[in-house]
């Protein structure tokens, strides 16, 4: 018996161990097109494309970054991208945790056909609705402002996924809680804000890197409703300095390193309640 066990127990550690060993080749394996990155971006341009490649240059060239910096606006670029990424994931969610409270508390005819038919939205492609948005905006006087690219965020595709997000988690949490603050008086704004917002942290992490990630990285809308360089966001910026530099990979490198640091930033400090948010979000139908 103590044979036995000790063997299944060998094998359960065996079994673990090589589920860690196959996580680990896979995170390593997705890891080296930004380790590819970042070293190409403290390289000399001759290093780059030498044979065998060297992922540790043998001169570290921190002047790339400087020269990023020197020549072309890229403080504009950088601070364009991150007060709209902040604006559009504050405002979605706010707007997601509002009407995903709703749809998962607040009883109305119709509910489940209102919540089925925003959901059929997403299914439309946003290429279809670009002309569309882009004539209305066009007859709002929007056209070469930040304006579009907050406000189509906020109420499009990603506000829809953050109300079925929020909705998801406010099902699993007890009714009983509701029921009681109501006993005690409070409104359905103050049970909103003061019992449910707090409990829906984890999801709101969670939509908050989706959404932040999203708006960062977004290229389609800055490049149909942006004209002026000043204007522009990071992603756009981006492909018109590739043509600016042409083969200077050093620079380009440089420029899209520091691009995805404030990804990393995010994800760095909300990563525990974004994974939680992950497997709570979706336990209820």
């Known amino acids: 018996m103590k044979s036995n066990r000790h063997g299944l127990q060998a094998g359960k550690l065996l079994g673990i161990g090589g589920h860690y060993v196959a996580l680990g080749a896979i995170s390593l394996l997705m890891l080296v097109p930004f380790l590819w990155m970042l070293s190409t971006s403290l390289k000399e341009p001759a290093q780059i494309f030498v044979f065998p490649p060297e992922f540790i240059p043998s001169s570290i060239r921190l002047e790339n970054y400087t020269e990023v910096l020197a020549n072309t606006p890229f403080h504009l670029f950088y601070w364009n991208s991150l007060y709209i990424a902040i604006l559009v994931t504050v405002g979605t969610v706010l707007f997601a945790s509002i009407a995903g409270y709703a749809f998962a508390r607040i009883p109305f005819r119709g509910r489940n056909i209102v919540f089925l038919v925003l959901l059929s939205t997403m299914m439309i492609p946003h290429e279809v609705t670009s002309i569309p948005m882009f004539l209305f905006m066009r007859m709002l006087g929007f056209i070469n402002t930040h304006v579009p690219l907050i406000v189509l965020p906020i ?37 909103y804000w003061s019992i449910m917002l707090p409990l829906a942290k984890p999801a709101i992490a969670t939509l908050t890197i989706f959404t932040f990630l999203t708006s960062w990285n977004e290229f389609y809308d800055p490049l149909i409703f942006i004209n002026d360089r000043e204007l522009m966001t990071l992603p756009l910026a981006l492909s018109l300095f590739t043509d600016e530099v042409g083969t200077a990979w050093h620079h380009l490198m440089s420029a899209s390193v520091m691009a995805t640091l404030p990804l990393l930033i995010v994800f760095f400090f909300a990563q525990k309640q974004f994974i939680e948010g992950v497997s709570m979000t979706g336990l209820k139908d």
Do not use: H, T, Y
Request: charged share 20%; aromatic share 16%.
């Open 155 to 191: 109420f499009g595709a990603g506000g829809i996924f953050g109300v079925f997000v929020m909705r998801q988690f406010f099902l699993g949490i007890p009714k009983e809680l509701e029921e009681a603050a109501m006993i005690d008086g409070c409104s359905r704004w103050r049970i």
